[in-house]
């Protein structure tokens, strides 16, 4: 097999200098998770520079070192590639290799779905050739270029995360990935500390049909109340064919139905004129609509529908983003719901609504454990008080919450519902622990920085 990148390649790619001859196999910017072969990129953050790490690198195996200089405790036989700036030769290496690929790319974009889109189509396109995907949620400005970096030389089809927190970051991605297909799952008031409306969140997230190849298409969720602010931003951008995926009518991909199967859903859908049955596996309405757009993703780039769509039924949802596991409940289990990676409004209410359409076992009950929604600005104390109702909705029996902003939902739940709040989520904890019993439901949502994962490590420490 040849090697992803040859020291010509390189150097050629980047206008750095080699010291020594290298092949790579991969790309690394972090010494503990290299593997023997790659080519360590020594990224310098704010809190730490790769060139520190440059020796351990080595000491892992590495084939060679992306560096600005040659670190003092390097030998003199290491194979370093020289750059002006690390960033930048990462960079120049995703241009280079976005350039020499024939690979069929589609990025995802959203506020809320993105990964598990993303995973959705890393099966459904691999069911049909060799396929490239992003690593974990690395959609940011390193994440972008490292991920298309890494692309093998004989990737079929190719998909990339795209992320943002302000303007102009989609834009600068984008640029890197120029995509046959750009798909945009649910857009909700995520980051409304920095864009201050949704209407300049769609914005901001349209940025990703400026770099979509001519010919290429642009699909939206219909179901979106931004739908045609999205389509209308396409039209600016000169992308010729827009499609749209939901459950409204008319929709280009359009859910049918939906009923749980197990641990999972059987879907009907009509794409883009035709019917399918499939199955995926894990259940929620989100799921289910972003499952359609990644099968209007695979028929915008001419795929095999009924093969990609069967590959979806080995899905299960990602850690932080809807897995379930069960934990040890008195003379019982519970079942517990991790979605403790990050919230916002919209993902909150589609986590309620899973919560909602499961069952308890034997006198169990339904239980949201919450954490504050962050980056929401101004208005964060009224989203937050507006969770009440879908709470309610989901028909919760106790609700325990944690931060600042969740105190406005806290103050409006009625006493029936309230189990515990705290101020930090170490704060709850305890009270959410000895509170579980058999047959509960629980659910653990929160943004990253509210750290819901505490309560996910005390539920684990309980034993299946």
Not at 71 to 92: F, I, K, M, W
Not at 152 to 159: A, L, N, Q, S
Not at 445 to 458: E, H, Q, R, W, Y
């Amino acid at each position: 097999m040849s090697a992803l990148w040859t020291s010509a390649e390189a150097q050629s790619a980047t206008l750095g200098d080699a010291t020594h001859a290298f092949e790579v196999n991969g790309l690394s910017i972090d010494t503990r998770t290299l593997k023997p072969g790659d080519l360590f990129v020594a990224l310098k953050g704010d809190a730490r520079d790769g060139h520190d790490f440059v020796r351990a690198a080595f000491d892992a195996k590495a084939g060679a070192a992306l560096v600005t200089h040659a670190p003092t405790d390097v030998t003199n036989d290491s194979a370093l590639l020289l750059v002006a700036n690390t960033q930048r030769g990462l960079e120049d290496l995703a241009r280079a290799s976005r350039a020499r690929s024939r690979a069929k790319i589609v990025a995802v974009t959203g506020s809320v779905g993105k990964t598990t889109t993303k995973e959705m189509l890393r099966l459904a396109f691999g069911a049909l050739g060799s396929t490239w995907a992003s690593a974990a949620s690395y959609n940011n400005h390193w994440g972008v270029p490292l991920s298309l970096a890494s692309m093998p030389r004989t990737t079929e089809f190719g998909v990339f995360e795209v992320g943002m927190n302000h303007f102009g970051e989609i834009r600068a991605l984008a640029g890197f990935v120029h995509p046959h297909v750009a798909l945009v799952t649910t857009i909700a008031p995520a980051h409304l500390e920095f864009f201050g409306t949704c209407e300049a969140i769609v914005d901001a997230k349209s940025e990703i049909f400026e770099a979509i190849l001519l010919g290429g298409a642009a699909l939206i969720p219909s179901d979106s109340p931004y739908a045609e602010r999205l389509k209308a931003r396409a039209k600016q951008f000169g992308v010729g064919r827009i499609l749209t995926f939901g459950s409204e009518a008319g929709s280009d991909a359009r859910l049918v139905s939906m009923s749980e199967s197990g641990e999972g859903m059987k879907l009907e859908a009509d794409i883009l004129g035709r019917n399918y049955h499939f199955r995926i596996g894990a259940p929620g309405a989100h799921i289910a609509s972003n499952a359609v757009g990644a099968m209007l993703a695979v028929a915008a780039l001419e795929g095999d529908i009924p093969n990609a769509a069967a590959a979806l039924a080995s899905f299960s949802a990602l850690k932080g983003r809807g897995a379930r596991f069960t934990v040890s409940a008195g003379d019982g289990t519970a079942t517990i719901i991790d979605e403790s990676y990050n919230a916002n409004p919209a993902s909150m209410t589609a986590a309620l609504a899973l919560l909602g359409s499961t069952e308890p076992g034997r006198g169990g009950r339904r239980i949201a454990v919450l954490g504050d929604m962050l980056e929401m600005g101004p208005e964060g104390e009224a989203l937050h008080a507006a969770l009440a109702h879908d709470i309610e909705a989901a028909k919760t029996d106790l609700v325990f919450a944690n931060g600042t902003q969740m105190a406005a939902l806290w103050a409006a739940l009625p006493a029936s519902r309230k189990g515990a709040y705290g101020a930090t989520s170490r704060d709850v904890v305890e009270k959410v622990s000895g509170a579980v019993r058999a047959g509960d439901v629980v659910l653990v949502k929160g943004s990253l920085g509210s750290k819901m994962a505490v309560f996910i490590d005390a539920l684990k420490a309980r034993g299946a």
